[in-house]
Every structure is written in structure tokens, then in C-alpha cells.
């Protein structure tokens, strides 16, 4: 037993021993680490990293952001039948009328008198009627004296129904169901043919008012395509459909009209557009189906030159370009400087000098 002990502890120093030995080994013999290399040094070997971008055509369009206003587009003017003074109103701006509703109503006391007087007129005349024609039955008078007494008697009561119209034209009506979008009458004012007592606005047909910059007039087309952003947070299809041709007279601004397609109005969870309301829109000032764009990060600008850096090798080479506008994709019209197939520097653009090296990585 005391030889195998024995020779069991030999065997276990002899392990210690290698495993320390191996040990100092590898700490005496490891890898020397290398020494650490600039970025300086990376640009000076292979170049700056940059990512590129292959020059090509695509669709192009550029949608002009503007605010506008709500209003309707079915206005109905409406006005005194009779050059009468005001003598009551029943509408005030923004309330809710219907066809035929009473707005105003004029003087009628002269009107209602003549019809007093044609109803005596015609009350006489039909009991004079009555006794002629009881006399020539009975041989006291002629024919053609009851056929005097009758046209007459007609003309009366054509008269009086004429009056009695006219009567009832001293209420001022209106002509549609809609919203009272402007009231110019005043109690104790005269009406006249020429100027509307009332503007009524039908509340579901809208188009949006826009005032636009001179410097954009020429951009704008009758007919051109246009958005809007409804409340639903939705973009809807609107058109342009005029464009004044005078600009206001204070602000130097022109006025454009956009026709809003009715079946857009009302969206499926309820929200609707409203007279008045402020909405964002936009107009497509430009289109084309093949132009060539490029990023906007890709182009660089001082002092109102534009610029690009086309690889040519490993090395950037500066091209001066003539730019268009940017899009809200991020798009710019490359106008001309550049050709389809070329590749410029995209993300490192900023960092870009005319012969720099460059070490073009893949996006």
C-alpha cells in the first residue's frame, strides 16, 4: 500500500510540474498584439469610406405645399323683387335655412292697400254681374251690356290675383336649403334690384381657396391636378379650377380655386370637411415621366453653386451641376452636369474635396 502512495504522489507532482511548465510556456511565447492602426492611416492606405450612388432617370414630380380655406361653391344671391324698405329679418350669418323660408320681409303697406281696393273692385263688379245677368232674363237688359259687365269682371279679378302676387313678393325667400353665408340687409334700409339682402351657401358642395405667390402664378394651369389633406389625415384628389387673373390689391397675392370631387368629402369614419375650416394642399407645379434625380444628401452648395462628386476610380472628381427643386421624398432634380450610368459619392458627400481618395463601400 505505502508503494502505491508513493508513486501516487510522484505522479501527481509530475502533472503539476507539466501543467506549470505549460503554462509559462504560453505566457513566455504568445502573440505579440499589433499595434493599433489610425483612421488617418485607413484613408491614407485605402481612402475615405464613402457609399455611391448610380446616377439614372426616373418619374419626377414636384407638389407645391400651400393652405387654404373652405367655402362652399354653390352660392345663391338673393334679392328684393320690389324697391321697398326693410322692415324685418328673420336670418342672421351662419344660420341653417330651406327652400322657401322667409328672410326678410319689405314694406307692403302700399301693396296691401291696392289689394284692398281690387278686392272692392272686384266684389262690386261680380254682384253687378249677378244683377245683369238676373236682368236679361227677365227683358231689362242686353246681351251686350252683361257681356260688358263680365269683362270687367274678369279684368278685376285678374288684377287683384295680379296684385296679391306681388304682395307675396314683399317676403324674401330662399331660393335653397343652405347656410346664410352673408346678410347686407338692415332694417329701415331701401332694397334694390342691384344688391343682394342675402348670400346662401349650400353646406355640402365645397372647393378651397388658395392665395398663391406671384412667383408661382405661371407654374398654375386651370385643369392641373391638386390634393388636399382631409381630417381624416387622408390626401384627396382636388384640380385646380381657376385662377384669378388680378392679384389682391393689398396682399400681392393671386387667388386660386380648387374643385373638391364630392364623393371625397365625407370619409369613412365620419370626419367632413366644414365651411371654413383650414386646410393643407398642395398643387403639381412639375411632371415628367423620365428626369434624372439624385438624393439630395448627394449634392453639396456654397455660395449658390451646386455640386456632385463623380467616382472615377478610387478617386472623387468635383462636377458643377445646374439643380432643380427637392421633392418631400428627398428627390433633386438634376437639371443638367450629370449623366445616366455615372456613379457619385451619396453618404460621405459632406466630407468630399475635388481628388480625394475615396474607399466606395456598398450601401
Not at 326678410?104 to 254682384?127: F, G, I, T
Not at 285678374?158 to 347686407?184: C, F, K, Y
Not at 370631387?261 to 407645379?285: M, Y
Request: hydrophobic share 40%; net charge neutral.
Amino acid at each position: 500500500m505505502r508503494r502505491k502512495s508513493k508513486a501516487t504522489r510522484i505522479v501527481l507532482v509530475i502533472l503539476l510540474i507539466g501543467a506549470f511548465g505549460l503554462m509559462g510556456w504560453r505566457i513566455f511565447n504568445r502573440p505579440k498584439p499589433s499595434e493599433a492602426v489610425s483612421i488617418a492611416a485607413i484613408r491614407e492606405r485605402s481612402g475615405m469610406p464613402v457609399t455611391g450612388w448610380s446616377v439614372a432617370e426616373s418619374p419626377w414630380e414636384y407638389w407645391l405645399p400651400l393652405y387654404g380655406t373652405v367655402r362652399t361653391s354653390a352660392l345663391s344671391e338673393v334679392y328684393a323683387s320690389q324697391a321697398e324698405y326693410v322692415t324685418s329679418l328673420s336670418a342672421e350669418v351662419g344660420d341653417t335655412v330651406k327652400k322657401g323660408q322667409v328672410l326678410a320681409a319689405l314694406d307692403s303697406r302700399k301693396a296691401a292697400e291696392k289689394v284692398q281696393a281690387a278686392k272692392a273692385r272686384y266684389s262690386e263688379l261680380s254682384l253687378r254681374y249677378e244683377r245683369t245677368q238676373e236682368l236679361q232674363k227677365a227683358g231689362g237688359s242686353s246681351k251686350q251690356e252683361v257681356e260688358s259687365v263680365f269683362s270687367q269682371y274678369r279684368e278685376a279679378g285678374a288684377s287683384l290675383q295680379q296684385l296679391q302676387t306681388e304682395l307675396t313678393r314683399h317676403r324674401v325667400v330662399s331660393p335653397i336649403d343652405g347656410v346664410v353665408m352673408r346678410r347686407d340687409a338692415e332694417i329701415g334700409l331701401l332694397a334694390s334690384a342691384g344688391k343682394p339682402l342675402y348670400v346662401i351657401g349650400d353646406p355640402t358642395r365645397f372647393e378651397i381657396v388658395i392665395d398663391l405667390s406671384p412667383r408661382y402664378i405661371q407654374m398654375v394651369r386651370n385643369g392641373e391636378q391638386a390634393r388636399y389633406l382631409s381630417p381624416a389625415g387622408t390626401w384627396e384628389t382636388a384640380a385646380v379650377k381657376r385662377v384669378d387673373p388680378m392679384a389682391n390689391a393689398v396682399t400681392g397675392l393671386y387667388s386660386v380655386v380648387l374643385d373638391v370631387k364630392q364623393e371625397d368629402v365625407k370619409q369613412e369614419d365620419g370626419a367632413q370637411l366644414h365651411v371654413g375650416a383650414s386646410v393643407e394642399a398642395q398643387i403639381r407645379i412639375e411632371h415628367d415621366d423620365s428626369v434624372v434625380v439624385v438624393p439630395y444628401e448627394s449634392v453639396r452648395e456654397t455660395e449658390g453653386v451646386a455640386k456632385v462628386y463623380v467616382c472615377s476610380g478610387d478617386v472623387a472628381v468635383e462636377r458643377i451641376v445646374r439643380k432643380g427643386r427637392t421633392n418631400e421624398q428627398g428627390q433633386t432634380h438634376i437639371l443638367s452636369g450629370l449623366e445616366t450610368g455615372e456613379r457619385i459619392v451619396l453618404k460621405g458627400a459632406d466630407r468630399m474635396y475635388d481628388g480625394a481618395r475615396i474607399w466606395l463601400q456598398e450601401i
